[in-house]
């Protein structure tokens, strides 16, 4: 199925700026008021708050004459998380050949959107046929799920009650034990840690610094844009910073300087900074949005398995 043929609907929340729960919340806190709270907190800029990277280039994101699109493509699976057969949009590269291995993306999105909100607000298969076309980025499958593993995976009008909340939990199981080993079983991909990285926007973000950091067996390059301060403990995450810094291959952290939920990301950019765990830290002048989400994906997939 060729998405880019299909009138691509993400849901009205999708492009609206909706912050998440804190690092302190549990699903059965939440609330539309303690998200509006945190989103609204006073931003408080450190020294090092600073870019790392311009904006991505007028047109990095449209369409080129010439350059013809890749595949992207709707796979199904089977949950037993949820007990359902789910789907993740996948992003095949230009020239995709079974005859050779891929690395793999997982790219997660916020909380209220699904599987097609990296493709119709951000447009990362864009980004991605433009950069690989360039030589700018290696090619790379590109599997964007939904991160909200329910039974009814569909957003639903209360974004914040603890179901929806919890099914971002679950996630974590879903993508390991149900999605990631039905890709390699379908696509022609690499298998070791190495050739796979996670990334995700807001609550995605979020996820992946949580289950990331968690499973560095499973993945050797992060990026977190705008995470949703939802972070576990740290030192529950990096119980070992020398054994982390081992591993990482890249640790990828953004936010805008105008987004109120940049305190998370800040508390993990100076734990990281503390343990001297290298890591990049890109703060742009943008709010919790599409243009900061795009042009750090621009910037983060130039880096990846290299």
């Given at each position: 199925?060729?998405?880019?043929?299909l009138?691509?609907?993400?849901?009205?929340?999708?492009?609206?700026?909706?912050?998440?729960?804190?690092?302190?919340?549990?699903?059965?806190?939440t609330?539309?008021?303690r998200?509006?709270?945190?989103?609204?907190?006073?931003?408080?800029?450190?020294?090092?708050?600073?870019?790392?990277?311009?904006?991505a280039?007028?047109?990095?994101?449209?369409?080129?004459?010439?350059?013809?699109?890749?595949?992207?493509?709707?796979?199904?699976?089977?949950?037993?998380?949820?007990?359902?057969?789910?789907?993740?949009?996948?992003?095949?590269?230009?020239?995709?050949?079974?005859?050779?291995?891929?690395?793999?993306?997982?790219?997660?999105?916020?909380?209220?959107?699904?599987?097609?909100?990296w493709?119709g607000?951000?447009h990362?298969?864009?980004?991605?046929?433009?950069?690989?076309?360039?030589?700018?980025?290696?090619?790379?499958?590109?599997v964007?799920?939904?991160?909200?593993?329910?039974?009814?995976?569909?957003?639903?009008a209360?974004?914040?009650?603890?179901?929806?909340?919890?099914?971002?939990?679950?996630?974590?199981?879903?993508?390991?034990d149900?999605?990631?080993p039905?890709?390699?079983?379908?696509?022609?991909?690499?298998?070791?840690?190495?050739?796979?990285?996670?990334?995700?926007?807001?609550?995605?973000?979020?996820?992946?610094?949580n289950?990331?950091?968690?499973h560095?067996?499973?993945?050797?390059?992060?990026?977190?844009?705008?995470?949703?301060?939802?972070?576990?403990?740290?030192?529950?995450?990096?119980?070992?910073?020398?054994?982390?810094?081992?591993?990482?291959?890249?640790?990828?952290?953004?936010?805008?300087?105008?987004d109120?939920?940049?305190?998370?990301?800040?508390?993990?950019?100076?734990?990281?900074?503390?343990?001297?765990?290298?890591?990049?830290?890109?703060?742009?002048?943008?709010?919790?949005d599409?243009?900061?989400?795009?042009s750090?994906?621009?910037?983060?997939t130039?880096l990846?398995f290299?």
């Amino acid at each position: 199925m060729h998405l880019r043929s299909l009138a691509v609907l993400v849901p009205a929340a999708c492009l609206a700026v909706v912050p998440a729960l804190s690092a302190q919340d549990k699903p059965a806190d939440t609330s539309p008021e303690r998200a509006r709270a945190n989103f609204g907190r006073a931003v408080q800029l450190a020294d090092d708050d600073v870019r790392m990277f311009p904006d991505a280039p007028a047109g990095f994101d449209v369409p080129r004459e010439g350059v013809a699109p890749a595949r992207v493509e709707l796979f199904s699976y089977d949950s037993t998380v949820t007990g359902k057969r789910r789907e993740a949009n996948v992003y095949l590269p230009p020239d995709y050949s079974p005859e050779r291995k891929y690395p793999v993306l997982y790219l997660l999105h916020g909380i209220a959107g699904n599987h097609y909100e990296w493709i119709g607000y951000v447009h990362a298969d864009r980004i991605l046929d433009n950069l690989i076309r360039d030589s700018k980025a290696v090619p790379m499958i590109v599997v964007m799920p939904n991160g909200r593993a329910l039974p009814d995976d569909r957003p639903p009008a209360q974004l914040f009650s603890p179901e929806n909340v919890a099914g971002f939990v679950k996630f974590e199981h879903d993508l390991l034990d149900c999605l990631i080993p039905a890709i390699e079983a379908k696509y022609s991909t690499y298998t070791d840690r190495e050739h796979r990285a996670l990334a995700g926007l807001s609550m995605g973000g979020g996820q992946t610094i949580n289950f990331g950091l968690a499973h560095l067996d499973h993945f050797a390059w992060l990026g977190g844009f705008s995470a949703a301060p939802n972070a576990k403990p740290l030192t529950e995450l990096i119980p070992d910073p020398a054994a982390t810094t081992k591993r990482l291959k890249l640790f990828y952290l953004s936010c805008g300087n105008k987004d109120g939920l940049i305190n998370g990301s800040q508390g993990v950019h100076r734990f990281f900074k503390e343990k001297n765990i290298p890591h990049i830290w890109n703060v742009d002048d943008h709010g919790h949005d599409g243009a900061t989400w795009g042009s750090n994906l621009y910037h983060f997939t130039q880096l990846l398995f290299r």
